[in-house]
């Protein structure tokens, strides 16, 4: 792993993690639009499971495409911030199987897990640690 690039800040975390919830938003939208062909009747996101889980496929993609394909999410991108493995290698699919639903805990303790990052030498969250990854500034 590259220890010469500095850890990402948890501001800078909070700004991606905005950003990514904007492109999240806009692929469950199109996801909607497309099940709207098929499906006419109203649907509540947290109320109806399988139109839950539906749109839970589509952030889930969306960030292991991202993680996998370039290391970083748009997020990432605009904010000059890339994930990078310890072992240096490319995040395989099960650490962005254990990343994501980690991220997931993260946030159902009342964000404690991504709070961790202001506690951590390294600045790493709960979900970077259990998937043994960092995000790191590119030096944008």
């Not at 098929?38 to 991202?66: I, M």
């Not at 493995?85 to 639903?101: K, P, Y």
């Not at 202001?118 to 030096?139: E, Y």
Request: aromatic content about 16%; overall charge positive.
């Amino acid at each position: 792993m590259n220890r010469s690039l500095p850890p990402c800040g948890f501001p800078r975390r909070l700004l991606i993690l905005l950003y990514d919830t904007l492109a999240v938003v806009a692929l469950m939208m199109l996801g909607t639009a497309s099940l709207l062909v098929f499906h006419n009747e109203r649907l509540t996101a947290g109320k109806d499971l399988w139109y839950s889980l539906y749109l839970g496929v589509f952030w889930f993609l969306y960030l292991t495409w991202c993680w996998r394909n370039g290391e970083m999410t748009l997020g990432m991108r605009s904010w000059g911030v890339k994930l990078v493995c310890e072992d240096g290698q490319r995040l395989a699919w099960s650490g962005c199987f254990i990343r994501f639903f980690v991220s997931l805990v993260s946030v159902l303790a009342l964000g404690a897990g991504f709070f961790w990052a202001l506690f951590d030498p390294a600045r790493r969250t709960w979900h970077d640690k259990a998937s043994k990854t960092r995000l790191v500034r590119t030096g944008r």
